[in-house]
């Protein structure tokens, strides 16, 4: 007998994302994730995790229940087998916990009874992390000794009610927490059961909305006003709602996730999408929210003959000069398709402008960086050049980016070294800015714009157009002196600029400002 294709290989694994922050996801979690052919996600899923995927692998966003243009569970569960028939591994990545109302039992159930292999990850649920992340433990021994879970949205097919409402008071009364899924638009409901089965008017109710993500809000209130204050906030789904006195618990030990310095603080980036994930990072890491917004896109030059040519012959340089981590990742990479590596620069020494230049020489080419100059900017390395006795009669090789000022250049040239300049990469304005950047600006809801060069805050004039004011009143911060005389040119005012002049000078001089601001 043969055995075909799909019967050995197609495969299914339901993988619990974890709530908000993409970090929340397993390392089982992500490992399978990234070896996925198809993944199969939901809206609670954070789509950030998408980046993870491999990216030949077909993406297919599969709804909550409730959005009718979206797949129904039968539908849902025919794709994930009928893909693994076809001999793919198929990721069903959902949000939280698999198995917690989210459905996670009834595909497995019809994976296994097709015939195909599944296999599941649990994930972190949001009935403990919104919590958590609103400074809510949802037990602790000296005031809740249980935690229920309970769904606030009945499914209509059931009939009947299964919830035991009276049970759930009584719990409650005893010092105990629920916590409330799916329950937004039904607080009235939900209050008035509780109460009705004799849970005290007083009893601590917290709302926690997007938990672990930076737009994060949490109502605190008590049974009585709990409908009027969610009401009243506005709260939409998802969110977990807590009842039972952990609901009052408030000590800044347990608020990490709010107290961090950015949180809530909405930080528009405008470097590339490829350089943009550090910088990302690190905000996030500090609570912001962040807005990408590439202005530029780098490509390789037109023609590599000039380029070429200088690099099989650097013997004929005493100096190859570096100015940014993307001219050194464009020449590791024709390093590469030349033919040659790290040993081919051995003769020509070599000078870097910034540390983040400097260590992804390291970290692409194991190679350590002659001359830095103290501060990273074109004069800085020039003057250091020049004060070294290392100009006169000596050849340079720059490899920059096109639009580079022309500054070091001269200044070599004029001390007597004999310099050739090539773009080893260009740069193009990006098209236009993403729609929900603009629209996040049209409703005045950014509060911080950075610029990590001249030519993100030129394009980000250019591609504003008419509404170049949309920034006027935002907060500014710069990477250095050069991008802020370019940002104060194009008439916008600079509130912090970074020192030293790199991501993490910025980030800081961002947090600075903001814990000034809230201090005030
Ligand atoms: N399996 C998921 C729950 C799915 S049901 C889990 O374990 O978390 C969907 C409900 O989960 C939402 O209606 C909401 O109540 C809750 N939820 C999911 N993500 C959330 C988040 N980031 N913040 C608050 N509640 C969330």
Request: charged share 20%.
């Amino acid at each position: 007998m043969t055995i075909s294709k799909e019967n050995t290989t197609g495969r299914v694994c339901l993988i619990g994302a974890g709530p908000g922050d993409e970090g929340l996801i397993t390392v089982q979690g992500l490992r399978m994730l990234r070896l996925a052919d198809v993944v199969v996600y939901d809206m609670l899923a954070n789509p950030r995790l998408l980046n993870e995927v491999r990216p030949d692998a077909e993406h297919v966003p599969v709804g909550m229940r409730g959005e009718s243009d979206k797949l129904s569970q039968d539908q849902i569960n025919a794709l994930l087998i009928d893909r693994a028939k076809q001999g793919y591994f198929v990721v069903r990545l959902k949000g939280g916990d698999p198995y917690l109302f989210g459905r996670g039992a009834e595909e497995v159930a019809a994976v296994t009874r097709s015939g195909i292999g599944c296999q599941v990850v649990p994930g972190v649920t949001s009935g403990i992390a919104a919590p958590m992340a609103a400074g809510i433990p949802v037990s602790r021994r000296d005031v809740a000794s249980t935690v229920t879970f309970v769904t606030g949205h009945e499914d209509p097919t059931k009939g009947q009610m299964q919830v035991d409402y009276r049970a759930l008071a009584g719990l409650i009364q005893a010092g105990g927490t629920v916590c409330f899924f799916m329950a937004v638009g039904r607080w009235q409901e939900i209050t008035d059961a509780l109460s009705g089965y004799g849970a005290v008017a007083q009893t601590p109710v917290a709302v926690v909305e997007r938990g672990f993500t930076p737009l994060q809000r949490c109502i605190r209130s008590d049974l009585a006003k709990a409908t009027k204050a969610m009401k009243q906030a506005n709260l939409k789904s998802p969110a977990i709602m807590v009842v039972g006195p952990v609901a009052a618990i408030s000590e800044p030990g347990l608020e990490f996730y709010i107290r961090r310095p950015l949180f809530t603080q909405r930080v528009v980036i405008t470097r590339t999408r490829h350089q943009a994930s550090k910088l990302y990072d690190m905000l996030s890491e500090f609570g912001a929210h962040v807005l990408e917004a590439p202005t530029i896109e780098f490509k390789p030059p037109e023609d590599w003959g000039q380029i070429d040519k200088a690099i099989t012959h650097l013997d004929q340089f005493d100096w190859l000069v570096l100015t940014s981590v993307n001219g050194v990742e464009a020449l590791a990479k024709r390093l590469g398709f030349l033919s040659l590596d790290a040993r081919d620069l051995a003769g020509v020494k070599i000078a870097a402008i910034g540390d983040a230049t400097e260590s992804e020489l390291r970290a692409r080419l194991g190679i350590q960086a002659d001359l830095v100059p103290p501060h990273y900017v074109a004069e800085s390395l020039g003057q250091q050049l020049i004060d070294g006795g290392f100009v006169k009669d000596r050849k340079f090789l720059l490899l920059r980016a096109d639009i580079a000022r022309p500054k070091l250049h001269q200044m070599l040239n004029e001390a007597g070294g004999q310099v050739k300049d090539l773009a080893i990469y260009e740069t193009k304005r990006a098209q236009r800015l993403p729609e929900d950047v603009l629209a996040a600006l049209r409703r005045k809801e950014v509060d911080w714009v950075t610029f990590t060069s001249s030519s993100t805050a030129i394009n980000m004039a250019e591609m504003l157009g008419g509404e170049r004011d949309l920034i006027q009143d935002l907060n500014i911060a710069s990477i250095g002196p050069i991008t802020s005389q370019t940002v104060r040119d194009l008439g916008w005012t600079i509130n912090v600029e970074a020192d030293p002049s790199n991501l993490r000078g910025l980030v800081a001089a961002i947090v600075q400002a903001s814990h000034a601001n809230t201090k005030c």
